[in-house]
């Protein structure tokens, strides 16, 4: 990418004729100084470009940061580093071929925010607050270590486990590892990198939650983490005070965390204190034995749901939810790996085949896991991947599932279109009443289809199975794509290496239309029976000959759910039954 060879003097030019106060930088070169006032506030902001200018904005400063105090989304460091947040990138829709009117726009911004901070200052207080976590980390020095919480915030004042990074580490073995005592014998990666024996368990912890009307504005840019943290603690209830107190009455130490729990209307977070003394001492979490310590500020990361599935997109609803797969070939595969990062709490794999090297390469497993059964294979790579799902495995075949009640959903993904079939039946017959997906994919890429259906609800899977003009039954799904009664069938060296042509792009992508299904039957968008399809180009299957059918050629409805009711179902209709010895 090309860089623009940078005007200011022209673009000073610009900026003075349209209202504003700005020269170039004397002291720094690619740097502009905007002279500005607010509530009787004289102040410099100052507007560095950086050499990719205008092809990134350019950040704003506050001159002198230290002369002022707390001025909400205005941080402080080193080297005149005063940033003015003016949001991200992704707000702005700029005209590369007017830089000085991208200054124009941004600068406005950037002074809107210094000017809000200084004229409202319960707009101030108020941002403070909500921004605490990130006015914290201003008080971070350089080289100091990172903290991560496992597990939800805890209500009351509690004693935690602290263990210290691994040496020479990176990664998760680089952090301080917090978490309570009753966390036990979870394998994912977090809790198997934080229990690992090799980490010292060093000092005493402890997890104080202060609550939003408790909550004093974090330190200002002059204060020290002691002198703040007396403040704070002025600031708590009285019970919460004598609590505190007496802990420190009856503990000592040299090193000591405290990780404060900060609430701020609906939502919390966390940040921590490291505290050191050359001597073993009382803790410091009350006046009396805080003078004798050292204060440094941490950053704690948590690790847990409430925290990460609304910042991932996932949903917490989920996470009390119980879903069994059906065949973990690979879009069953998919399908585990995606709705357990959708939150899920509890899932049952099924299957009794087994990992094997032609599977590799459109699969989600990984290598390590080749020869072993996919049920259990896939039920250890997610329980280790994510932190809040519990997944099992069962070792059965379809026709073997007893108790179906306990599930809030299933999916199958057998590829076994018969034994689907049975098993919806079974399910008619014993009126269980859960959404059950059926999930398939077609060969050569050409698409795949996922159709959601409960007992009791209009629409079921024996509607795809009925003649878009006939209306009777056939064997072949009116879904489907490619014609029936054509070879897809591929082998390698005979029968016994015989395989449907796809790849694991097309296996994800029947995945996500599955979950998709799933996910809205579980949050109850959805009631009636639906299906919901992809396709593809078609040039593997024309080099293959292969026919497609009408609904290949017509269909434009990727990602749209639709109906699949059919009045002359008998199964959704029992006066129908007819219809059911026409095949």
Known sequence: MCQMEHNLAKWVDYLNENGLSAQVNSSKPSSLLFNCNASGNSFVIRCDIGKNFPWELPSYHLEERKKYDHLAHVAWGEDGYASICIGSEERFAVNFDFPEKIIFESFKKALKAVDKAFTNPEYNYSE???EFREVWRFHIRAGNRCG????ELPSIFTEIEAREPLKDSRGL????????????GRQDAVISSMSNNRRLA????VFVPIDCEELVIPPHPNESIKDWWKRQYSNLNIGKKLELARYSRRNKART????????????ATAVGISFSSPTKEKVPLDYANIASWDAQAISIDIISASNMLPRSGSDTSLNEKHVCIVGCGSVGGFAADI????????LTLVDYDMFKPENLHRHFLDACYLYELKSLALSNQLNYKYPFLNAQYKVERLCNIEKLEKYDAIILATGNVNAERKFHRFARENNVRIPIITTWLEAYGVGGHAVVSTIGKKGCLECTYLGLSSGLPELSNSLNFIEPGQYIIESHFGCGGEFLPYSAIDARLTAICAVKLASSALNNLIVDGKSLSWKEESSSAILNNIELTHRYHYFDMDNKMNDIYREECCEC????NGNRNSL
């Open 128 to 130: 403070l607050k909500r």
């Open 148 to 151: 991560l919480y496992y597990g």
């Open 173 to 184: 073995e680089a952090k301080l590892a917090f978490k309570p005592f009753s966390i036990k």
């Open 202 to 205: 060093k000092g005493k912890a």
């Open 256 to 267: 000591f965390y405290a990780v404060l729990g900060v609430q701020y209307n609906d939502q």
């Open 339 to 346: 709705i357990s990062s959708l939150g899920i709490g509890r």
């Open 573 to 576: 209709n029992p006066k129908k």
